[in-house]
């Protein structure tokens, strides 16, 4: 298997074959991201796909999904992503999934039968950043795109038979717009009913440096006080029928799972029991 870079993955990937089909972010322009900012966006050829493919079923095993990266695989051209996920069904044929990260542009950018294709073909979870619900943050972060369009790009997904896991970030409307982006958030996720849903914490960057939000200094990160009171807030306004609600990735302050509706109350219970301490500076 060859990588170039950095690798990222979700968390719950972490059992997962990641196959590089992409370099890098075909955004790659959010103003709290760097994950990619050392990589300049492009398609690897088709047959070094190919190739790392053949080798990991020839000596690789004890997975059960692929995982496509860089950041934003649903940019792929579909004849590219056909072969692929056929190669894929050929080579892997107890294979319990494929799954990717997507941008709302890229699933917006595809039409719906294609959609269904990819579903048909093993792809059965996207990896979605909504990031906020707020105009006005993800206009401010530079997201390239709305709050509808989000929605838009959910039901489409849902009507494909594709799942999906979405991620927003606590700290990213800042002092001024915490509330709205919080409550403007938990509209856009109830409108999306997500099967999965992380909270993240806004940090200043990964490996390849740090973020352009924080070039200037003005931008400051949030405080534990404010996380836990953001995450109590969208937790109690969210609206969800069938849910797994968890804050398990690295940039988090304390760890919370549960499915929502179900479990709202255990939740807030939980947060409500949180020390007010800073883990961070204890």
């Not at 075909?26 to 070094?48: G, H, Q």
């Not at 692929?84 to 595809?110: C, M, T």
């Not at 105009?135 to 530079?142: F, I, K, P």
Request: proline share 4%; hydrophobic share 40%; with cysteine.
């Amino acid at each position: 298997m060859r990588y170039e870079g950095m690798i990222y993955r979700p968390p719950s990937e972490a059992d997962s074959l990641l196959v590089q089909a992409t370099i890098g972010c075909s955004w790659n322009r959010c103003t709290f991201c760097s994950m990619y900012r050392d990589k300049k966006y492009r398609v690897r050829p088709l047959d070094e796909v190919m190739a790392d493919l053949r080798e990991a079923a020839s000596s690789v095993g004890g997975f059960r999904r692929i995982f496509l990266c860089d950041g934003d695989a649903l940019a792929l051209p579909m004849p590219f992503l056909t072969a692929v996920l056929e190669e894929i069904g050929r080579l892997f044929p107890r294979l319990d999934a494929v799954r990717i990260y997507a941008s709302a542009r890229n699933v917006l950018n595809k039409r719906q039968d294609e959609l269904r294709s990819l579903a048909a073909l093993g792809v059965d979870m996207a990896y979605i950043g909504l990031e906020s619900g707020s105009d006005r943050v993800l206009s401010a972060v530079n997201k390239g795109i709305t709050a509808r369009e989000m929605v838009d790009s959910a039901v489409m997904l849902r009507d494909a038979g594709i799942k999906q896991s979405i991620s927003v970030i606590a700290g990213l409307g800042g002092e001024e717009l915490w509330e709205e982006h919080i409550l403007e958030t938990a509209n856009v996720l109830n409108a999306m009913q997500p099967e999965y849903l992380g909270m993240l914490v806004l940090h200043t960057g990964d490996d390849a440096g740090p973020a352009p939000l924080f070039d200037d200094g003005s931008f400051r990160l949030p405080t534990f006080r404010q996380v836990l009171a953001e995450t109590r807030l969208l937790i109690e306004k969210l609206e969800l029928k069938d849910c797994l609600f968890t804050s398990a990735h690295v940039s988090n302050y304390f760890y919370l799972r549960g499915r929502l509706s179900r479990e709202k109350q255990k939740l807030l219970r939980e947060i409500d029991a949180a020390p007010l301490d800073d883990p961070l500076r204890a």
